[in-house]
């Protein structure tokens, strides 16, 4: 194999780092459509790591871990190859939404991709063809949207799966302290890329408009942790020495309409009967109170105060283990 790192016309010798953009697609006036791109190719040999962002246009997190990622590396002390793309999902993210506004589609249900397909099918299979096929390793970096949640890591490998195990220690080194262990829908890069044998994860850092320090920091070290725990830098990963691991959601559903007035916090471990949330009237007046179904951890919450009759208030991660 040769020791130069190359996506299509973007080359790195090693030792350098190159930035550039990639043609993707093309707008309704001819311009192109372009994803920016790094390439950062270590002076010592080692595996790949491909990392992305911005897979639905309004998850911003994974940009800025992506962006202090690349800036922290020094190609002459890496030991091996980074491939990060920063924004994914280009057309999203100049609509300031999720979904591609061209197809309408969700790009993180479309890999591997098609190259005669929708937008957001070309765009994954560009992607997966010259450069996600290229990693021995595969972070996609999202968040839980605007919706308040905990900074967690999932796999979505089926556990029966010969590559469940590779990811679920991707996912422990990563660090983040808490893991969904379910597999995902179809057209997850999470769970298309293990099939071609490349361990992968899609850390979800937080909930959130813009960019959230706290989110962003976690983000940052759990690539670090996977950096260094991989050979590629040198140092000691910060991992946890027990995490937390559910196998599935549980939505709290509000049987009444009012204002939230919430009795637990994001990361709490409840147990069956605990109350989560009362549902009050405009007065203050409790209306009803709404409890935990089971043991759980509380994932998600609403990001209004108040709710509608039949709405989801909160998320709880059931089925508990440690790892």
Not at 38 to 45: H, K, R, T
Not at 220 to 226: A, L, R, Y
Request: aromatic share 6%; charged share 25%; glycine share 10%.
């Amino acid at each position: 194999m040769s020791n130069i790192l190359q996506v299509e016309h973007l080359r790195a010798e090693p030792g350098t780092r190159t930035d550039g953009y990639l043609t993707v697609s093309e707008m309704m006036d001819g311009t192109r459509a372009r994803v920016p791109v790094v390439l950062l190719n270590g002076a010592q040999s080692g595996p790949t790591l491909y990392v992305q962002a911005v897979s639905d246009g309004d998850e911003l997190n994974g940009l800025a871990v992506i962006r202090r990622i690349v800036d922290r590396l020094d190609p002459e002390h890496l030991a091996g190859r980074v491939i990060a793309v920063l924004i994914v999902n280009i057309h999203a993210f100049h609509d300031g939404r999720s979904l591609n506004p061209v197809d309408g589609k969700k790009m993180n249900r479309c890999f591997p991709g098609r190259r005669d397909g929708t937008s957001s099918e070309r765009i994954a299979h560009h992607l997966y063809q010259h450069a996600i096929k290229q990693a021995d390793y595969c972070i996609d970096l999202h968040q839980g949207g605007v919706r308040p949640m905990i900074d967690e890591v999932r796999v979505r490998v089926d556990r029966r799966r010969r590559a469940h195990k590779a990811c679920l220690e991707l996912a422990r080194v990563f660090g983040i302290g808490y893991i969904l262990d379910a597999s995902g829908p179809d057209g997850q890069l999470a769970r298309v890329a293990p099939e071609q044998g490349i361990p992968t994860i899609d850390p979800e850092l937080g909930g959130c408009h813009g960019w959230d320090e706290s989110s962003i920091q976690k983000g940052v070290t759990g690539v670090e942790n996977v950096l260094k725990h991989y050979g590629f830098i040198k140092g000691e990963p910060q991992i946890p020495d027990r995490q937390i691991v559910v196998d599935g959601f549980l939505s709290i559903i509000s049987g009444r309409g009012g204002f939230l007035e919430y009795h637990a916090d994001l990361y709490d471990h409840l147990h069956k009967g605990d109350p989560v949330a009362d549902v009050t009237d405009p007065f203050g007046n409790i209306l009803e109170t709404l409890v935990t179904p089971q043991e759980s951890i509380l994932w998600s919450r609403s990001l209004k105060p108040m709710v509608a009759c039949g709405e989801s208030v909160a998320t709880v991660g059931k089925n508990i283990r440690y790892i």
